[in-house]
């Protein structure tokens, strides 16, 4: 029982705390996180799955409520996956770490997550002039090793000590929706182990709220509000003095992000969606959208192997973007209901309207006007070029007090 229990964890540097007795409850946050992040690699790889195990120690099953437990992370993974799991919760002695070692985790304000991304790096930047004692925190998937080596070259830019823990390989399933709530309860057991009041998740709105361009796409869920307060809702229940979870960009475009921040130079970042090897494409979306806001924004950006703007290359994802932007601008109302359902949920309008502007003004500052993109898309330069300047004079703020109820 007890490999089997043991199976996600790795004790690699950083995470090798969590060999010891007293960090139980750590590990019990971990195996949750870990045992629905391993479910849907295992949905993606057979098509199918019926239950979900998870062993947790004797000490916390006896004072939570398991059965409220269970009905959230069925909820959570029907809602996400759209499959109707059986979790079965059940205590085990916990023999890790018979030996008892002091280790020593020092008091912190706030965890902040970072991943290496444009928003995480903006967010860690501008929380340091808001908290003064806080610590970031990157959750390395052991088969990403590229990603781990961009992290450490990038922790002599950021004054904040940056913690690495340890998570089990993203494996070859492609985009994991249930990664972020996995890096939220990653940073639910430091804030326990820092007794942080405050866990900062630094993504923009657009990408928290990412709506439907075509009835069959393919979406991020990694940050959906209904992720983020299951993420919660666990850490509650397992946290006496509940943290809570601050998202200071969720009504702020990428480009509002960036320029909030002060960060001039984004070359070392990575928001590709190839994460495994460590560069960028420059055609994925999250490459599409990271390169119109940099550009908007007029920040350095990273190499891109490719010119989206190029005729030659795959623009699938630019166009989706700029035809998507195009409707919210001038043909809102005879839009199709899926393409406006989360922005109509959550109220969202003003933010999408902003973010597609945002688009169509960094295709005017990417191409010039013989290109047939700039005959097709840009149609008022003058609204585009107040955009851009309102923008760059942060005309919108970050709200740090803003967070998941």
Known sequence: MEKERDKYFSYYKESNFLRYKQFYLERDILRIAFSLFEAEKSLKKNGSINNIPILLSKQTFSRIDVVKLKQILE????????????????????????????????????????????????????????????????????????????????????????????????????????????????????????????????????????????????????????????????????????????????????AEVISNSGITDYSKTHSCISQRFGHHDGTCFGCVIKKLACLVSGVRDVEYNKDVFDEEANQDNLLNVLAYSEDLISNYDNMPSFQKEKIEEFGKKDLFQRNALDNLAGLMLGVNKNHPLYKRYIWGEDILNVRISQVRENRKRPDFNKCVS
């Open 75 to 254: 909820e959570l993974f029907l809602l996400i996956m759209l499959e109707d799991v059986s979790v079965e919760i059940k205590d085990t002695f916990d023999t890790r770490g018979r030996v008892r070692k002091q280790v020593d985790f020092p008091k912190k304000e706030a965890i902040v997550l970072f991943s290496a991304g444009v928003d995480s790096y903006s967010g860690i930047k501008l929380a340091e002039a808001v908290y003064k004692n806080l610590i970031g925190l990157f959750v390395a998937h052991n088969d990403q090793p590229r990603i781990i080596n961009i992290v450490k070259k990038m922790k002599s830019n950021i004054g904040t000590e940056i913690h690495t823990l340890y998570a089990p390989g993203m494996g070859s399933m492609g985009y994991s929706q249930l990664r972020g709530f996995l890096y939220i309860l990653c940073g639910g057991a430091y804030a326990n182990l820092c007794k942080a009041s405050k866990i900062l998740v630094t993504e923009c709105g657009p990408t928290m709220y990412q709506p439907l361009f075509s009835p069959y796409d393919s979406i991020t869920y990694t940050t959906h509000p209904y992720v983020l307060k299951a993420a919660k809702d666990v850490l509650d229940l397992l946290l006496d003095f509940k943290p809570k979870i601050i998202i200071p960009f969720e009504d702020l475009t990428k």
